[in-house]
């Protein structure tokens, strides 16, 4: 028969090798009473206690008692893991029939599909360029000079030179306008749409990065009357054949004339007036910067934001919603 040391040294063995194992809260029960309960092997082997030499006894009881703490502190370490530890999978990969769902694409994302697609239709093309420009682009080719209130750092995201040109996060998609212009072959009808970034503070209706959607037309003989044509042609096919288009007088540096956009759209129920961007008549001095004659080409430009769109069509009263990525929030859409 083992003598009382070496039961105890295999005890702490296979105490600590069942517990690893033990991996559920029935599992873990059945090694407490198995190893600490009033009948476990613990117990049995401080029951012969009383039978070894005295000598033996201090030596013998302090180990034993060591051995209790040590198993019950492993315990409950191994219950509180077990305890915060995720659960078996709740889904069942290999059960034939299993409906997993579906997922959706982001309210944004589906939102800049649907307004490309509509102008995609009206013979616009897509055009793209780079969320980090130098202030040729993002300024000085859209007539806003140097010493601007626009180019205030209070009012950009500046990143340092780069080749002794100044960079920032693009404030507006306009840039994407000066490099299809510089690019592109006239007459010219593209729709610029992503990511513009301005040191907003966060509230219910400001973001420091939000979405824009650009319109440029570049020909020989047009006038506000084809812009307004356009707005209103993107105005019924995405709102309905009620919407209608109403042009506020504007200023903005690379148009002129320049107006606010609104559109009329159902809003709870009722069809409200809504501010949706910003456009014009090209200037003159953006057409000269990109090496085209103002005196041939004439142009119109609009810029729409993507969140007001999205909000105001879908009843959605804070932007900060969109991004935050509520499960919640998004599956309503």
């Known amino acids: 028969m083992p003598s009382i040391a070496d039961e105890i040294d295999l005890l702490v063995v296979s105490a600590d090798s069942a517990l690893v194992a033990a991996n559920s809260a029935l599992a873990l029960e059945e090694w ?37 703490g040590h198993l019950e502190s492993s315990f409950e370490s191994r219950k509180s893991v077990t305890a915060t530890a995720p659960s078996a999978s709740t889904i069942d990969v290999t059960e034939p029939g299993q409906s997993l769902g579906q997922g959706r694409r982001h309210i944004l994302s589906r939102t800049i599909d649907e307004i490309v697609d509509v102008f995609g239709r009206m013979g616009f093309s897509v055009a ?15 007539n806003i000079p140097e010493g ?3 180019r205030d750092a209070s009012d950009n995201f500046y990143m340092g030179d780069e080749a002794g040109l100044k960079r920032l996060l693009r404030t ?18 593209v729709v610029a749409v992503g ?11 400001h973001f420091s990065m939000f979405h824009q959607i650009e319109g440029l037309c570049i020909d020989r003989a047009l006038s506000l009357v084809d812009l307004k044509t356009a707005l209103l042609q993107f105005a019924r096919s995405y709102f309905g054949p009620e919407a209608e288009v109403r042009m506020r007088p504007s200023f903005f540096p690379f148009t002129e004339p320049s ?21 014009g ?17 004439r142009g119109y430009a609009f810029g729409l934001g993507v969140e007001r769109i999205a909000m105001r069509r879908y009843g959605i009263s804070d932007i900060r919603w969109l991004f935050e990525n509520d499960a919640r929030f998004l599956r309503q859409f």
Request: hydrophobic share 35%; charged share 25%.
């Open 32 to 68: 407490r009473v198995s190893y600490l309960g009033p009948s476990g092997q613990l117990k049995s082997i401080m029951a012969r206690l009383k039978d070894a030499p005295r000598d033996e006894k201090p030596l013998l009881g302090k180990r034993l008692n060591e051995l209790k």
């Open 128 to 142: 793209d360029g780079p969320e980090i420009e130098d202030e040729w682009h993002n300024f000085t080719a859209l």
């Open 148 to 150: 601007h209130p626009a």
């Open 172 to 189: 507006q998609t306009s840039t994407v306008q000066i490099r299809a212009m510089e690019s592109q072959p006239l007459p010219l009808k």
């Open 195 to 205: 990511r513009v970034y301005r040191p907003d503070t966060h509230d219910a209706t």
């Open 259 to 279: 107006a606010e956009v609104d559109m009329k759209m159902h809003i709870r129920g009722q069809l409200q007036w809504v501010e949706i961007g910003g456009c």
């Open 281 to 297: 008549m090209v200037d003159p001095n953006v057409l000269t910067a990109v090496g085209i004659d103002p005196e041939q080409w």
